[in-house]
């Protein structure tokens, strides 16, 4: 699905203190497409994914999907928060169900679906577990699974593999990249990970500093499927740059 941000506008008051977060942003994401956003630490990348969840209202504009409107309606979206945010108190195949769970889906449709869900992304030995019982990629992945089983074609990533590792990370952005070539899903993925970025999208959106604006969208011309080495490759070294310096204006 295609979504569409107009003319969206969102100030937060606080403490008698206005903060204009965004003025007027406009930004189109094509289906089944992969996009970066990368801008400053407290640039509203997160509370612009707030909004595209239906969490928070802007003051002004629409946001639609497939020119449909869904301004400040929660349910349209998968959306995984920066932290994992597995439930400690269920198992990894409980915690994947939660938003069919919410939903009120057949369990016994869940569970067929979880089961699946949890051999596909290597994680059915671990069904029973509790999240303190998991390591980082493991969590992260069961958290990718149940934004994916909330059954939506639209996913908001709002920095997921940020927490993890080198190695991990590299690890997981492989996988997503392997998930997302399979589903198409349009996805909106937050970094400050500049190589990640590029390794993974199809465009890259940089946000300025708020209130922020669309300062350059960049098309990753690099072919797909993208090799694993391409972030050690020269050919990379103009657009790192040119990204390097966009997120100092
Ligand atoms: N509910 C809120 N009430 C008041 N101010 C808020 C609220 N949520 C976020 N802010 C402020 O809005 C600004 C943007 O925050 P946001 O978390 O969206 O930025 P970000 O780009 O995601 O940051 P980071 O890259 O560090 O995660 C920050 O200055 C933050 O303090």
């Not at 869940?110 to 998991?134: C, M, R």
């Not at 590029?198 to 708020?210: E, G, H, M």
Request: net charge negative; glycine share 8%.
């Amino acid at each position: 699905m295609t979504l569409a941000l107009k003319n969206l506008s969102k100030t937060y008051i606080e403490n008698g203190q206005s903060m204009e977060i965004f003025r007027d942003l406009n930004l189109t994401i094509e289906s089944g497409s992969f996009v970066s956003l990368i801008g400053p630490s407290g640039s509203g990348k997160s509370t612009l994914c707030n909004l595209i969840a239906g969490i928070e209202k802007p003051d002004q504009g629409q946001i639609l999907l497939d020119d449909q409107e869904i301004t400040g309606m929660p349910g349209h979206v998968g959306y995984m928060f920066q932290k994992d945010l597995l439930l400690p108190w269920r198992t990894l195949r409980e915690n994947v169900t939660l938003g069919c769970d919410l939903r009120r889906q057949d369990k016994k449709i869940s569970s067929v679906e979880a089961i699946k869900g949890l051999e596909h992304f290597g994680l059915l030995d671990f069904a029973d577990y509790y999240p303190h019982q998991l390591s980082g990629g493991m969590k992260q992945r069961g958290a990718l699974l149940r934004t994916i089983l909330f059954g939506q074609p639209t996913l908001l990533l709002d920095e997921p593999f940020g927490a993890l590792d080198a190695l991990t990370r590299r690890e997981m952005q492989l996988w997503l990249l392997s998930i997302w070539i399979e589903t198409k899903h349009t996805v909106l993925f937050i970094t400050h990970d500049i190589e990640e970025a590029i390794l993974l999208s199809d465009k890259i959106f940089v946000l300025s500093k708020y209130p922020a604006e669309v300062v350059e969208i960049i098309d990753v011309p690099f072919p797909r499927p993208r090799d694993p080495e391409l972030i050690f490759s020269s050919g990379i070294l103009p657009l790192k740059t040119k990204l390097f310096h966009l997120l100092g204006t």
